[in-house]
């Protein structure tokens, strides 16, 4: 009994060592574990000079989700399952992000990021399918369905950007003086961010951390290029929301600290078809604040569309 108590003690250890000591490695078995418990399998494919990587699960109609500025697929991993149960699900690394190619010498301007994405959807043979994105992924949303009518089924608007709010948020005002305080400062910065995308942070165990931390201080310099990039068109989407013929679902955390609320009645006032769902107690990315409410809210929307 000593020998088997002594033997297991051993294993904990070992555990608890290896938890702290490769948190990479630890925090690769969370991920996957996390995926295929969403039904997910990552894949790639080859798209131009792009290899880009992506999620996908699920049968029935197919929901494309992209997520925002410095995210990646892994944004919406708590959000899959609730739609993987009865829709195609598909979820890529954008170009420039995650574990998509990042070139230095290529552009990601709206127009080559449109681009990129509509070869991704003709390369996996998607010819009718719901669209959604929160943050920047929302403002490629509402982009693609302007340019791409007859391929949309629905648009999902989440904490979306693309229009001028009608009060700045905490976060457009640091921008406005120069500022860019959603990419990480350094290894200490991760409360501080936390705290401008949420308004209830979910527990982030220590590997995920120690690898999120590592991989967006060392992508810091590719993301600054790729905001000077996409700013220029940020609220392009404003005036082409009349095009969007597609119905469109407005969600939004109502404590949003990156786009604020106010943008809500500035994408109501330009699109035709629209409903809209404002998350109580909640930050910029509901799909991760409340992925049960945002899904519910979600499936809602899309299973009355005739």
């Not at 949303?141 to 709010?165: C, Q």
């Not at 501080?192 to 527990?203: E, G, I, T």
């Not at 107690?281 to 049960?292: A, R, S, V």
């Amino acid at each position: 009994m000593k020998k088997v108590l002594i033997g297991l003690l051993a294993v904990v250890v070992a555990m608890v060592v290896g938890y702290f000591a490769f948190p990479e490695k630890v925090a690769g078995y969370m991920i996957d574990a996390a995926r295929s418990q969403a039904g997910l399998t990552k894949k790639e494919i080859k798209i131009d000079d792009h290899n880009i990587v992506y999620l996908e699960g699920g049968k029935g109609q197919t929901i494309l989700l992209l997520h925002g500025y410095t995210g990646d697929k892994d944004n919406w991993i708590k959000l899959a399952p609730y739609l993987a149960k009865d829709y195609h699900v598909i979820i890529p690394d954008i170009p420039g992000y995650g574990e998509s190619s990042m070139i230095e010498k290529a552009s990601y301007d709206l127009s080559n990021q449109m681009s990129r994405l509509h070869k991704f959807a003709q390369a996996l043979e998607l010819k009718k399918f719901h669209i959604a994105g929160n943050s920047m992924g929302g403002f490629f949303a509402g982009s693609y369905a302007v340019r791409y009518p007859d391929e949309i089924i629905s648009v999902g608007l989440f904490n979306a950007g693309g229009v001028t709010s009608l009060e700045k948020s905490v976060v457009m005002k640091m921008i406005d003086k120069g500022e860019n305080p959603l990419v990480l400062k350094d290894s200490k910065d991760m409360p501080r961010l936390m705290a401008l995308v949420f308004v209830n942070s979910p527990s982030l165990p220590y590997p995920l951390k120690k690898v999120f931390t590592k991989n967006a201080l060392n992508n810091r310099k590719f993301y600054e290029k790729e905001l000077k990039e996409i700013g220029p068109d940020f609220l392009s989407l404003e005036k082409d929301l009349p095009k969007i013929k597609a119905p469109a679902l407005i969600l939004w955390g109502d404590q949003d600290k990156v786009l604020d609320v106010s943008s809500v009645p500035v994408f109501e006032k330009g699109l035709k078809n629209h409903k809209t769902v404002i998350i109580k107690d909640c930050g910029h990315l509901p799909m991760l604040e409340k992925p049960q409410e945002t899904a519910t809210q979600y499936i809602d929307f899309i299973s009355g569309i005739k």
